[in-house]
């Protein structure tokens, strides 16, 4: 029996409901002008700064049934809201108002010895549909990026976050209601069901792309069983390489920035990979912040040689994101063996190299193969607010259509458009 057929009748009703509800809205905010999109977003950041202490009190409903049921440290952080985080949401909404809307933009206009002139214009991507656990910020940086990026969405939180998520759902479609457009240009369900994310990945019919946030098996998931395209990333499992040129003091600063910042972000440094010419005294310098930050360090056993109450590092430390206090650390030769580290262990999502070394600098960005590569910079700049992109709507490590974080531009295609006078071909 094929998963639709299995799909209960009350889920396959609501998904051709909210399927439908998407497509006509797809069409509404398609033609919408940057204005009315830029109108929306202000609005919806109105309405959730008014409601700001309903949503912390519902994100607090979800915390309580969240720490009943022991979910783990990261997963808390991610779920949790505060007065600053909610305000964030709105201001990131307002953020994503003020940049440039590619919707229509024309280039590459080229005039062909035929007489045409031929160029590309970027569009929507029509319906996009968003599974995503824990954060309920993304409910609203996700509904702002598809919004001002001219596409519907269909967005399906964790039932961890399922009072915050139907709060601030609340607030999105009031605030388009505001401005006279569809409520359905961003619907966030109101089930936990898990059928749910199955009708969404079996429908190629109503969606036209799923991007999934979240841990590794729920990518896994979507990825091995959607009928229709995704835009994904697995894992992040990032390095930092400090090399033997590296100078000690900011190659200290990165690596425990990278580390340390926060945990539970996918662009948290996961392994450290020590050049043996220095490893001895930048642990010195490393593993007691380490220790009084409260970092459970792994080490290789060359790294353990100078790491005296370190914990042997495992075959599978290597591979693992750990999104918590736990650090992996490996000495190796030189940079030939740190880029073969990452090369085998790595999910190619962000790396970084410490050193003053030009060549090496440049080797390591043409070679690791990873959605960014960073030279003297902390791994959590992995941000597309960083790169200046405005909020993401996450970091793709694939290698079709987009990769990176994925902001406004990665949710628009390109088509070719051509313009005559009356031009026929010979």
Not at 159 to 169: D, M
Not at 289 to 311: H, M, S
Not at 336 to 348: F, Q, V
Request: with cysteine; hydrophobic share 40%.
């Amino acid at each position: 029996m094929n998963k639709v057929s299995s799909l209960s009748t009350a889920i396959q009703s609501w998904m051709a409901d909210a399927g439908q509800q998407a497509r006509a809205a797809a069409k509404a905010i398609a033609r919408a002008s940057t204005g009315e999109k830029n109108d929306a977003l202000w609005a919806m950041a109105k309405r959730i700064d008014a409601c700001s202490k309903d949503i912390l009190e519902a994100n607090g409903q979800d915390l309580k049934a969240a720490r009943t049921a022991n979910l783990s440290g990261a997963l808390l952080d991610r779920l949790e809201l505060t007065e600053a985080r909610v305000s964030a949401m709105a201001e990131g909404l307002r953020q994503i108002a003020a940049l440039p809307d590619p919707v229509g933009e024309i280039s590459g206009m080229t005039a062909r010895p035929s007489g045409i002139t031929v160029g590309r214009m970027r569009v929507p991507l029509g319906v996009i549909g968003i599974i995503y656990e824990s954060r309920p910020n993304v409910t609203a940086d996700a509904a702002g990026l598809c919004l001002k990026s001219g596409n519907a969405a269909i967005l399906r939180g964790g039932s961890e976050a399922l009072h915050s998520n139907r709060l601030i759902g609340e607030c999105l479609t009031q605030g388009l209601l505001d401005v006279g457009l569809p409520g359905g240009i961003v619907q966030v369900l109101q089930t936990t069901d898990r059928e749910a994310v199955s009708a969404m990945l079996d429908s190629p019919q109503y969606i036209d792309v799923i991007v999934p946030r979240g841990g590794k098996g729920l990518i896994e998931k979507v990825s091995a069983e959607s009928k229709v395209p995704v835009i994904k990333h697995l894992d992040g499992n990032c390095h930092v390489f400090i090399d033997r040129d590296a100078d000690m003091d900011k190659a200290v600063e990165v690596a425990f920035n990278a580390k340390c910042r926060r945990y539970g972000v996918c662009g948290a440094m996961e392994t450290l990979l020590l050049d043996e010419a220095v490893a001895p005294s930048v642990l010195e310098r490393l593993a007691p912040r380490y220790r009084e930050a409260g970092v459970e360090l792994r080490g290789c056993d060359r790294t353990l040689q100078w790491l005296k109450d370190g914990i042997p590092a495992t075959e599978e430390d290597w591979s693992t994101e750990y999104l918590g206090p736990i650090l992996a650390i490996r000495t190796v030769d030189n940079l030939e063996d740190a880029m073969a580290h990452i090369a085998r262990y790595g999910s190619g999502h962000t790396d970084a190299i410490v050193t003053n070394n030009l060549q090496k600098s440049q080797r390591f960005v043409r070679e690791v193969d990873s959605s960014s590569v960073m030279v003297n910079a902390s791994t959590q700049f992995a941000d597309g607010f960083e790169y200046g992109l405005g909020a993401e709507i996450g970091i793709s490590t694939d290698r079709l259509h987009v990769r990176g974080p994925v902001g406004l531009e990665g949710l628009t295609i390109q088509k070719f458009v051509v313009y005559g006078d009356g031009t026929t071909r010979a």
